[in-house]
Each structure stands twice: as C-alpha cells, then as structure tokens.
C-alpha cells in the first residue's frame, strides 16, 4: 500500500487489534472501523472477501456524506485506501480518483480539518493518482482560492501548467486550458486592483507611467491565458466577462462584440442565458440601435422568459414602430407574469394594466384573446384568488391596485359564467377584486384608479345565489 495510506492507518500494536487509531496534523482522530468492517489481508483473504469489504466500505462513505457526518466517513475513508492494493486492474486504477472525491469533500467540511490538512493530502494524491495530476492540481487550487490564499493558488497552477507525463491528448489539452485560464483570471484580478490604483492617479503624477505599464502587463498575460479557453466549446462566464472588460478598457469594442457575439450564438456552444445577457449589457453601453437590443432580447425571452431584463425587452418592443413587436410586448408581460416568481413584480403588473388598456383602445382586442385564451382556466386562481387579494391588500395596496385593474379588464366580460367547470368561489374572487378597487377609488386611499366599465357592468348585471354583495375586507 502507499506511503500515505500506511501514514493513515499508523502501526498496529498487539494492544491494538480491536480498534487502531490516528491522530493528523489537524488533530482529526480516525478509529477503526466496527467490527462488522473485516480487516482484510490480501495473502490470507480471498478476492470475494476483498471486493466486498470495499464495496460495503464505499456504501458507508456516501451514506456518510450524505447526512454530513463527516468524522463517521473519514474513519471509513481508513478502511478504503485498501482499494490501492486491488487485484482488479480496472479499480485500482480508478481507486485514486474515487479516494480524492471522497477525501477532499471530508476535509473540506470536516470541523477538524484545515488547510495544511488538505495541502498534504492533495500533494500525496497528485503522486498516487498521476493521471488524475492536472484534475487535482486545479481543485487543489481553487481550495486555496476559497480560503483567500491567491498566491499558493496561482503557485499550485503555474507547477501545474508546466508539468507533462505520458502522451498528449484532447481532454489533457483541454485541462492544460483551464488551468491556463484559471491563472490568468488571478491575474484579471490583480489588474483590477492596478487598474483601480491607475483611477486614482493624476496623469501628471509621476507614479502614472508606472503603474499603467504593469496594468498593461497584466492585462496581455490575462489575455493571453484565458483566450484559448474561450474558444472552446462550454460555458465560460467569467473568463469571458473578464476578457471582455480588458478589451473594452483598452478600446477594442469591436473585438470585445466578437468575442460575446460568438459566446451567445455559435451552436458549437451549450445554450447559455447568461451569453445573450452578456451581449445586449454590452450593446446597450456602446448605444446600439434599438432593433439590434430587440434581436438580443428575443432569444433571451425564448430561453429565460421571466428574466428580469424582459420587462426592458418589453419597452423596447412598445417603442418600436412595427406592431408585430406591440403584440409581442403584450405577451412577453403575460409570459412574466405566468411564474410565481414574478407574481408580485408590481413593474410587471403597472405595466401589463397600461399595455391591455392601449391594446384593447387600438382595437386589437383579438392579441388580448390570445394570451387570455390558454391563462383563463388558471389564471383567475393563481393571481386574482380571494387569499392573494386579501394578502396582497395587507402587504402592498397598489399591487393590489394594479392586479385589481388587470382583474377587472381580464374577467368583466366573463362576469356570467356558469360553467360547471368554474366553481363559484372563482367568480366571487373577481367580483371582490372589482369591488376593492371600487372601494379604493371611492376613498380615495393611494393613487386614483381608473375603474374599467366592465367592472361596473359586472357588479351591475351579475348575480350569484339570487344576489351578490360586496366580500368585506376583513
């Protein structure tokens, strides 16, 4: 077995055969397992015996780690390392890999772990596991990331970058990148903390020149690290973002357009909401022209449509002058509002109210009936119920307004239901929702609300039971 695993396990005194016990440099304890985990020896076992010990081995692992009891799964991981000596090729040489998942997961959340904990364990499996080298070298450093160590993170990347074992291959090429990358946004960082030095400084200051150079500096070796990641397929937001603030910073907009126009629409590349944000945060700084944010906007809308951005989206196609865009704009706010997310986005809201009340007064009565078509057998419990009115009345009075208003619009017409379908507690929901903001516009109470004929005519002409009166607020 390897040193690091007979470093684990410690010697075995006659006094020790029930339970062995060790004590690392964190001052973590690993106990040996039950007794109903055999200790097994190869030459005396048999491989049955030993297949099953560490298969059993494992499964004590992840139930372990899945209910976090993480002293519980270190003392199993003592046991596992036994899946070195396997006699089946195949799992000794997956045993490495599986060993460093398991392990670096206990240290990271075990209480008694630390740091140098860690570095020992993660320089020891670079050794065992030498094909999984560059795997462990780069999550090795994003430990050291998390817990604010940049130096000895970028230190265990660079030794990474430069080492070389066995044939070179696509997927070794393609780590070899990442790791590249990951250097170069520690240096995107450093940059940033030069660059806002550089702001502070007069240009006529003496330190100026100086600082302005390594800001340069910095910014070519970022570049040149991250840019052969980016054009490789995947998902790449931060690298990309970094990228393109350097070329934005030092004036190449049109490299920095091509850059994000590729992220967001070569098909080589996974589909990616964040890309198209990307894109139109980009197009809206250089002020491009409203049909070119529109394009953006709509493959956005078809893979994110509650975005926070499609209500912008909406304003866009409410100012353009093509109507195809009018009638989109209404159905992106409908298609905002279908998420329980959005349900009390009063933005959203105000602005549907507004936008049926242009539509309808355009006479394109036909684009409401649309969106209202495949919404109006759960819209009415799922927005305009009794329990959200009477929430919504508690909690945010013109929100309650404005749903009152987009109630009143949406189910005046359908004030004589009697589809047995539609239980009746429905109907009286509206007739409430009409009736709040009748009350709200009569006292006065907030902005004044224009009340839609429709919900008079509703309160006027319906009955329910033999006749209707106003649920009470309280």
């Known amino acids: 077995m390897s040193d690091f695993s007979e470093e684990l396990k410690g010697p075995v005194t006659d006094d020790e ?223 990309v973002k970094s990228y393109v603030e350097m070329l934005e910073f030092y004036g190449d907009r049109d490299g920095a357009q091509e850059v994000l126009t590729n992220y967001a629409y070569d098909e080589k590349f996974p589909s990616n909401p964040n890309a198209h944000i990307y894109l139109y945060n980009f197009l809206k700084r250089q002020k491009a022209p409203r049909s070119k944010l529109i394009s953006v906007l709509k493959i956005l809308y078809q893979i994110v449509p509650s975005h926070k951005l499609m209500l912008e989206f909406h304003t866009l196609l409410r100012k353009s002058e093509k109507e195809e865009h009018h009638k989109l704009g209404l159905e992106v706010l409908f298609g905002v509002l279908d998420f329980a997310g959005c349900t009390k986005n009063i933005t959203a809201w105000k602005y549907l109210a507004k936008y049926v009340k242009k539509t309808l007064m355009g006479n394109h009565l036909v684009w409401v009936q649309e969106e209202w078509k495949s919404r109006k057998n759960w819209w009415p419990s799922f927005h305009f119920s009794y329990f959200w009115a009477k929430s919504d009345w508690k909690e945010d009075t013109a929100l309650a307004c404005e749903k009152a208003f987009v109630a009143g619009l949406l189910l005046g017409k359908e004030s004589s239901w009697r589809s047995k379908n539609r239980p009746q507690t429905i109907m009286a929901d509206s007739f409430f929702l009409a009736w709040m903001a009748i009350c709200m516009y009569s006292l006065g109470t907030g902005d004044r609300l224009e009340i839609p004929l429709a919900c008079l005519e509703m309160l006027r002409t319906s009955k329910l039971d033999g006749g209707w009166a106003p649920v009470p607020l309280e």
């Open 17 to 239: 055969q029930v339970e062995t016990s060790v004590l690392s440099g964190a001052g973590m304890h690993f106990p040996w397992l039950q007794t109903y985990i055999e200790t097994v020896a190869i030459g005396g076992k048999r491989k049955k015996d030993f297949a099953q010990t560490t298969s059993a081995c494992l499964s004590f692992i992840q139930e372990a780690l899945l209910k976090h009891q993480w002293q519980q799964a270190a003392e199993y991981m003592h046991s596992y390392f036994q899946t070195l000596e396997d006699s089946d090729s195949y799992k000794r040489q997956a045993a490495p890999e599986i060993i460093w998942k398991l392990g670096s997961e206990i240290l990271f959340y075990h209480p008694k772990s630390n740091v140098e904990t860690f570095n020992t364990f993660a320089d020891r499996m670079k050794n065992i596991g030498i094909m999984n080298y560059l795997k462990i070298s780069l999550q090795h450093a994003l430990y050291l990331l998390h817990h604010g160590m940049l130096e000895d993170a970028k230190r265990k990347l660079s030794e990474a970058e430069t080492w070389r074992h066995g044939e070179k291959t696509s997927s070794r090429e393609i780590l070899i990148n990442l790791i590249q990358a990951y250097k170069g946004l520690l240096q995107y960082y450093t940059w940033s903390k030069k660059k806002r030095e550089l702001s502070k400084l007069d240009k006529d200051d003496y330190a100026y020149s100086a600082v302005a150079q390594d800001v340069f500096n910095h910014s070519w070796k970022t570049s040149v690290n991250i840019s052969a990641l980016i054009k490789i397929p995947g998902v790449w937001d931060p690298f």
